[in-house]
Each structure stands twice: as C-alpha cells, then as structure tokens.
Nanobody, 126 residues
Framework: QVRLVESGGGSVQAGGSLRLSCEVQ????????MGWFRQVPGKEREAVAT????????SYADSVKGRFTISRENTKNTLTLQMNSLKPEDTAMYYC???????????????????WGQGTQVTVSS
C-alpha cells in the first residue's frame, strides 16, 4: 500500500532555509498531483505547493511564492520542498500528500488529496 513519509523539518531562525523530503513507499504511481500542505493549531490545513505528476505544472500559495520550490525525484520516489527566506509565519506542521483528481494542481480544499503523510514540524523563530 502507498505510504508517504516526510522528513527534514526542524527549527531555524527567520531568514534561514530548510529542505523537506517526502518518500513515496509502495507504488510509483500516486495520482495526478502531489503537494505540500501545512497546518497550525486552530487553523485549517492549507496548500503550500503542488506539482503535477502526469501533466506537469506547479502551483504555489501566494504567501510562499518566490521563497519555496517544489520538485520531484522520480528515481528515488521523493518529493521535496526547498524553503528559503523562512518567516515565523511559516511555522507549522507540514504534510506531504497525493491526489487522484485531475483538478488537484490548484486545490481549493485539502479534501481533493487522498493520501497523506504523518507530517514534519517546521518552526521558525524571529
């Protein structure tokens, strides 16, 4: 069965960088899109960045555009999120996810994604 395992989270100071990784285990095909979401206590889970698996393309939340980069390493079945110029408001639990829906590149809700990892914590201090 497909399993997503995140890693790379940690604590950094504002302006620093982190690189998150998501290892796909079980299957090579996980859907039309993969993406990174984040959630803080008391708030809804929000999309950070998505990438099209079959049709290509990338999408980023306005809040991270120009700072974060999503990419895939097919030979290693790994999804990555390079995060630069981190801000305290980036502090959250970050989740890797996959979607079988064709309208998943620009998600309006996390419900469009059906496979989820356990999450990795990112903490940015000022």
């Amino acid at each position: 069965q497909v399993r997503l395992v995140e890693s790379g989270g940690g604590s950094v100071q504002a302006g620093g960088s982190l690189r998150l990784s998501c290892e796909v285990q079980g299957l090579t095909y996980v859907g039309y899109c993969m993406g990174w979401f984040r959630q803080v206590p008391g708030k809804e889970r929000e999309a950070v960045a998505t990438i099209g698996v079959q049709f290509g393309g990338e999408s980023y939340a306005d809040s991270v555009k120009g700072r974060f980069t999503i990419s895939r390493e097919n030979t290693k079945n790994t999804l990555t999120l390079q995060m630069n110029s981190l801000k305290p408001e980036d502090t959250a639990m970050y989740y890797c996810a996959a979607s079988a829906r064709r309208d998943c590149l620009i998600p309006t809700t996390s419900g469009k994604y059906n496979i989820w990892g356990q999450g990795t914590q990112v903490t940015v201090s000022s």
